[in-house]
């Protein structure tokens, strides 16, 4: 898979690391499994809606955008 096949995992690790934090630093925020955090880098899942909101806190992004980019009607690199 391209960095461009996976957008989405790429922009989950971007905005990460955009407020430098590990994978294991914001399993720990999010309270889910660092396995978690490492399937959404690498695409392989999605989100749940009941844990976005708090994604978008954390990640300092915003809400509307992040909704968009996990609709995948478009996928924005968010520059740190």
């Known amino acids: 898979m391209t960095r461009q096949d996976n957008c989405f995992g790429n922009y989950m690790k971007d905005i990460r690391e955009s407020v430098d934090l590990s994978q294991k630093d914001a399993a720990q925020f999010l309270g889910v499994p660092i396995a978690i955090v490492m399937a959404w880098e690498h695409g392989a899942i999605l989100p ?32 740190p």
Do not use: G, H
């Open 48 to 79: 749940d809606e009941n844990i976005r909101n708090q994604i978008s806190a954390i990640y300092k992004i915003n809400k509307n955008e992040f909704e968009e980019i996990i609709s995948n009607e478009t996928c924005l690199r968010r520059k």
